[in-house]
């Protein structure tokens, strides 16, 4: 009897075990670097079915991923071919963006116009632009160049620009029958911003400089991107932009960090473009070390401690995470602070993907050495994205290409925005994010949202 119960504790020792092993990382060593991105980028193409059955081609399930979403996991995939060199997925990432391409090749979707915004298409368009800056293999005929894609998307931005309210800027939706239209929000803009930088750095025209010197001019004299370099979310045009949603989401911040990024690198780190990327990565503190002993660890302030991230929000730190390894690339002032939180964040990601069959299904909460029972599309990708980015010094730059022919730049329109000060708090007709978002959960969350990661949370608050 001693020696059944024996066998019996050593079988569930062994089980327990088994049950917590998260993927294997070594910050310090490319090899496990390489298997464990490999591993966890499996993991966001399990989750696809573009390729199946009763998928459609180019996007992750709807319900729950919207169309933007799918965008950024492909600009994951395409950052995870450069910095580790897997070519898996290649002919997957080409027959998923042909098929999102749009008839006038810009990313601009008929099928999508119920739920594409300036900043769903922009997801799309960073993946082209990235594919350009890596030479990434082209499209076969008769599609046009990388480039021309995102000079395609470019300008319908520029088409978009409204000066009739808020002295310019980009609405958050393009079509007038979505919730939203009269929302201008920092991501559309600051992707608009970000995509002006890096094909002025990829092309030499500086049209797109005079582009993003007039993007950045009208979010900070809005209030959109503080004194202080916080990034606020959004603004109302039906109150003439004169109150701001004072949400910050990760991406915000991202997209301008690495737009400024590019431009002090593309004018040699002359002022205020190295000022304003200094000030946009210090302003990334209010999404690091949630607690005392989460040093340095990424998280989504506005609601990942409370467990209220909507499908959207829990793919946010993603695109920071992304842009900031590029930031250190680009802008090697930053890399210090920013390999510091790239490697803890790698670590809470590594010990939290110990979910699912397999125990390698990543969770969200990266600062709790476990799983928090959450799975998705979202988690997925943020994990692959803090793994693969500790590699970024052992990458090649974006390249440019200063010879490439593009149609000449439409001509920059006249902004006279001026500072407001004392700006009251958020509209409440503005909308953040797409409208109904959070009522869209994955199936995985609505399944699974266990009383033990709440419990582990409030432990990891002592």
């Not at 997925?89 to 979707?109: C, H, M, R, S």
């Not at 990388?146 to 000079?151: A, L």
Request: with cysteine.
């Amino acid at each position: 009897m001693l020696q059944f119960l024996i066998l019996v504790a050593i079988g569930l020792l062994s089980f327990l075990a088994r049950d917590v092993a998260s993927i294997v990382l070594d910050v310090d060593d490319t090899q496990s670097i390489l298997e464990a991105a490999a591993l966890t980028a499996r993991g966001v193409i399990d989750l696809y079915n573009g390729n199946q059955s009763g998928g459609t081609p180019g996007k992750w399930p709807f319900p729950p991923y919207y169309w933007w979403e799918s965008g950024g996991a492909w600009g994951g995939l395409m950052e995870y071919w450069h910095y580790t060199g897997d070519d898996s997925y290649v002919n997957l990432t080409q027959e998923g963006l042909i098929a999102q391409l749009g008839p006038k090749y810009d990313f601009n979707v008929p099928a999508e116009a119920f739920d594409t915004g300036n900043d769903d298409q922009a997801f799309w368009v960073f993946v082209a632009m990235s594919a350009a800056e890596y030479s990434f293999p082209q499209l076969p005929a008769p599609y046009p160049s990388w480039v021309r894609i995102v000079s395609n998307a470019w300008e319908d931005y520029v088409t978009r620009w409204n000066s009739s309210r808020c002295n310019g800027g980009l609405k958050w939706q393009f079509n007038p029958q979505n919730a939203g239209y009269y929302y201008k929000n920092s991501v559309s803009n600051g992707a608009f911003f970000q995509l002006s930088a890096r094909l002025a750095r990829f092309t030499g025209n500086q049209t797109y400089v005079l582009w993003a010197d007039t993007i950045w001019d009208w979010a900070s004299a809005i209030g959109l991107v503080d004194n202080i370099y916080n990034v606020f979310d959004g603004t109302d045009e039906t109150i003439n932009c004169t109150g701001i949603d004072h949400h910050q989401w990760t991406y915000n911040v991202g997209v301008f960090l690495y737009g400024a990024a590019v431009l002090q690198n593309y004018t040699n780190g002359s002022s205020p473009w190295i000022e304003r990327t200094a000030g946009l990565l210090d302003s990334t503190n209010t999404f690091i070390s949630p607690f005392r002993n989460a040093s340095n660890i990424l998280f989504e302030a506005q609601c990942e401690l409370s467990m209220s991230c909507n499908v959207d929000q829990l793919s946010m730190k993603a695109y920071l995470i992304r842009w900031m390894a590029a930031t250190s690339k680009l802008a090697p002032f930053s890399a210090g602070r920013i390999g510091e939180v790239l490697r803890a964040s790698a670590q809470g990601a590594a010990a939290s993907c110990t979910g699912g069959g397999e125990n390698n299904t990543c969770g969200s909460k990266w600062y709790i050495e476990g799983w928090d029972g959450t799975t998705g599309l979202g988690q997925q990708l943020s994990a692959l994205e803090v793994m693969y980015s500790l590699l970024v010094n052992e990458t090649n730059p974006p390249a440019t290409y200063p010879d490439v022919s593009i149609l000449p730049a439409p001509p920059l329109p006249t902004i006279t925005a001026t500072a407001t000060e004392g700006l009251p708090t958020a509209s409440g007709i503005a909308r953040p994010l797409h409208d109904g978002a959070a009522i869209i959960q994955s199936r995985a969350q609505n399944k699974i949202r266990p009383l033990v990661a709440a419990f582990i949370t409030s432990l990891a608050v002592m």
